[in-house]
């Protein structure tokens, strides 16, 4: 249906409407998706969430790499969720583009044809931790993820932007032992 006017909202609510259900059975295919295409980066992200396999069927020589980068290490392997993703009792709404986040509870609003994608993170402790900032699905780059008592410990995949979201002033960053925290840059996190 890449031709039809709202083929993407049809594929997205009949994809959306069956994996909660279907997830809990088998991983859920989505279908493949052009990364050249006007809704390509869309299809993206519909895929970081999926669950299921992510594959394109572009034209030799058409793919966009950065509409998958998002989806990928730089090893190119996958960062896939283990089943469809679902919403916790508490967490964190994490605006992927904007990289800000905030409790949940609030409202949105898109424009018309327009996309956000919304991360809703579990807590550890007083954070939300998102992972890897450049990557839809980031906080899968955590290879450990232990809370503290005054913070947590987090152990990522490979490097790269590392972001998490919380309402206490941050007294503390240490990067493999040296203290960064006057390199962190602050975007916010709304209580």
Known sequence: M?????????????????????????????????????????????????????????RVGETKTQVLEPLAYRDGRILRMERSGLPADQYCCYDWQAGTGHREGSDFELEKDGYRIYLLLPFCGDAAVVGLADKYMGMLALESLRQLENGFLACVHESGSFAFC???????????GRDRLKDMRRKGCRR
């Open 2 to 58: 890449p031709d039809a006017p709202d083929g993407f909202a049809e594929h997205l609510i009949q994809n959306l409407y069956n994996a909660p259900y279907h997830g809990y059975f088998y991983y859920c295919d989505w279908d493949m998706f052009w990364t050249c295409h006007a809704d390509g980066e869309k299809h993206a992200a519909l895929r970081a969430v999926s669950g299921g396999p992510i594959y394109c069927s572009d």
């Open 166 to 176: 919380t309402a206490r002033k941050v007294a503390g960053l240490t990067v493999n």
